[in-house]
């Protein structure tokens, strides 16, 4: 009997934590500024929707709008805030580029380097 349990207690812990990290494991982007004085950013974008910043809180959101094109939008952050559209350009290696808009209207080229799916 003590050994069925333990193996129940085992399963859901490994199930269990599966699903939890399915919700908080996502893409990590580093973000590069082109001909700009900001520094790069690392951003992590979850399956929810939600994207954290290098601290972890949540600064804003995702969605996938076709095969290659994805829209950022960062809502908190201190001069990250914005819209940011990032186009696959290469499958194999992968790569990717963008532009960044911010609050006011003022568009500055982007490359984005996926660190971690």
Aim: charged letters at 30%.
């Amino acid at each position: 009997m003590r050994t069925f349990s333990m193996l129940i207690v085992i399963l859901i812990m490994i199930f269990g934590g599966r699903v939890w990290a399915d919700d908080t494991v996502g893409a990590i982007w580093l973000i590069d500024y082109k001909q700009s004085d900001k520094d790069s950013i690392k951003i992590r974008c979850l399956k929810s929707g939600k994207v954290l910043g290098p601290a972890g809180k949540e600064i804003g959101d995702w969605k996938q709008i076709d095969k290659v094109k994805v829209i950022i939008e960062i809502k908190g952050g201190e001069n990250r805030k914005g819209k940011y559209e990032i186009v696959k350009l290469d499958k194999n290696p992968p790569s990717y580029q963008g532009k960044y808009e911010n609050a006011d209207g003022k568009k500055v080229n982007i490359s984005v380097k996926l660190v971690k799916d």
